[in-house]
């Protein structure tokens, strides 16, 4: 007879959909950082946009570096450019022994211009 769970089977730990602590932790401080700045202002809580308030944030030495750094990674797409990918495009093809009897070619007309300028 087995004992434990059956194959498949999940018994304890946290329910699917369930958020982990960090996550929470996480939500909790920006919640905190909402009251606070619209306790900050009174009924003119934040004009701003939301990068001006990412912004803030990712300024504020108050806040959590945890928080700091989830607000710096949302805003720096709206300061600083992407790279754009480029698509390079290659036409003809160059066997090996074609590129070594240009190199041959190249050289032997190198070296024939430097002979006739001694």
């Not at 007879?1 to 304890?12: D, F, L, V, Y």
């Not at 009174?42 to 939301?50: I, N």
């Not at 030495?61 to 928080?67: C, G, R, S, V, Y």
């Not at 600083?80 to 240009?102: C, D, H, N, W």
């Amino acid at each position: 007879m087995r004992g434990g769970s059956k194959p498949g089977e999940r018994r304890g730990g946290r329910q699917r959909g369930t958020k982990n602590k960090r996550t929470v932790e996480r939500e909790r401080a920006l919640i905190d950082a909402a009251v606070k700045i619209a306790g900050a202002l009174g009924s003119e809580a934040f004009q701003g946009d939301a990068h001006a308030f990412l912004v803030w944030i990712y300024k504020d030495a108050a806040q959590p570096i945890e928080l700091r750094i989830e607000a710096a990674k949302a805003a720096i797409g709206y300061e600083k450019p992407r790279l754009a990918s480029v698509e390079g495009k290659v036409e003809g093809t160059l066997s090996l022994e074609k590129l070594v009897m240009e190199s041959i070619a190249l050289h032997e007309q190198r070296s024939a211009v430097q002979i006739r300028e001694e």
